[in-house]
């Protein structure tokens, strides 16, 4: 039968009629499947196989009518589900009185479809069409039953698919909060060095703090943006490198030297802001600053099985022996648990000795495009 409390809905203005028909097609079917089976039962009992066509007409014609009925007053009631258990009693009550309505209108336009007389209502009660009107009650009970049974399962599927998607929400947005705590983490570690070296350098060397002050704009400029997104392009985070070396190079003059390669097709490739920048600066204050002569830092992207690799490979002093490939300071953790947060075992951050001398940071990460 009609299941109305989703059928005022849906005809509601703007909305589309398609649930109601569909939810009127699946009550009818379990309609014409018991009142088929009703007027099979029937025939087997009026040990008349001949008239099972005739007998099968007069039952769907009598589901038909109880349908109608009934879906016809669950439509007008019992729209909200709120009013249900108000309703109830009087549901029931017009369940037993629907019985013996929908078999005369149903034998009587049984009658119209097969061109039979109709039977006349003043001698229509007798004790064998009381037999078939409690034979109609328990069709139309079956019925509701089903109905129900259907409705049920339906509305705890719906129960748990609007669980599932609290539980995602939720999740993502403690997700969501963990990065940022983290990203908050990396930002003032960088900002506090520099500021420190600032601070040393307007004493002893003003024009060279006059430089790094504006190479500092210029890096704030490239990362303020990006860091209160959720995403950025690995062609933007390369441009941050660029400016946050550019700033370390004033400090460390001749002693650094750098160069990023990025090839065009990887420009759009999306990234989680300032993953790069921990890796950079931990090859600077681990690798080139404790050594005499400095070194060279590159960063090289590519393409690999879907997987975007970033490698950043420095010519300092190199890791210990012991590492094992889970070196670092305070950035490299924080990336890390970036990573782990994001991706899961897809993404990955390896530290290994670079050829001749000096580290190699290799991140891995899934490759998506903008």
């Not at 729209?79 to 009693?89: I, K, N, Y």
């Not at 004033?250 to 300032?274: C, K, S, Y």
């Amino acid at each position: 039968m009609l299941t109305l409390d989703r059928f005022l809905p849906a005809c509601a203005p703007g909305t589309s009629a398609w649930p109601r028909l569909r939810r009127f097609a699946d009550d009818l079917g379990w309609t014409v499947i018991v009142s088929t089976w009703a007027g099979v039962v029937l025939t087997l009992a009026a040990g008349r196989p001949q008239e099972l066509y005739e007998q099968v007409v007069y039952s769907l014609c009598v589901g038909l009518v109880a349908l109608l009925i009934l879906d016809g007053m669950r439509l007008l009631v019992l729209g909200d589900p709120a009013q249900r258990p108000r309703w109830a009693r009087t549901m029931l009550v017009l369940i037993v009185a629907t019985a013996p309505v929908a078999h005369y209108a149903g034998i009587a336009l049984g009658g119209l479809v097969l061109g039979r007389p109709v039977p006349d209502l003043a001698g229509y009660p007798s004790v064998p069409r009381v037999s078939l009107v409690l034979f109609t009650l328990l069709a139309i009970c079956v019925v509701v039953l089903l109905v129900l049974a259907r409705e049920r399962v339906e509305r705890i599927k719906g129960e748990r698919a609007e669980a599932r998607t609290r539980a995602e929400r939720i999740e993502r947005q403690a997700l969501q909060a963990q990065l940022r705590l983290l990203q908050a983490q990396i930002e003032p570690h960088m900002l506090f060095n520099t500021l420190a070296n600032l601070q040393g350098l307007i004493a002893i060397d003003p024009a060279r703090a006059g430089a790094m002050l504006d190479h500092l704009i210029q890096y704030l400029r490239a990362t303020l943006a990006a860091t209160r997104l959720d995403t950025t392009t690995l062609a933007e985070e390369c441009d941050a490198i660029d400016a946050y070396l550019g700033l370390m190079g004033v400090r460390m003059g001749p002693r650094l030297r750098h160069r990023v390669t990025l090839p065009d097709a990887l420009r759009g490739a999306r990234m989680p802001p300032m993953l790069l920048q921990p890796l950079v600066e931990n090859a600077i204050i681990h690798g080139l600053e404790p050594h005499v002569d400095g070194g060279e830092i590159v960063v090289e992207a590519a393409a690999r099985d879907g997987m975007l690799e970033v490698c950043v490979r420095d010519t300092g002093i190199g890791i210990p022996g012991d590492a094992g490939g889970r070196g670092g300071g305070i950035g490299l953790a924080t990336t890390r648990e970036r990573l782990q947060a994001l991706y899961g075992t897809r993404a990955a951050l390896v530290l290994a000795p670079a050829t001749p001398r000096g580290t190699l940071a290799r991140l891995t990460i899934p490759l998506e495009t903008a």
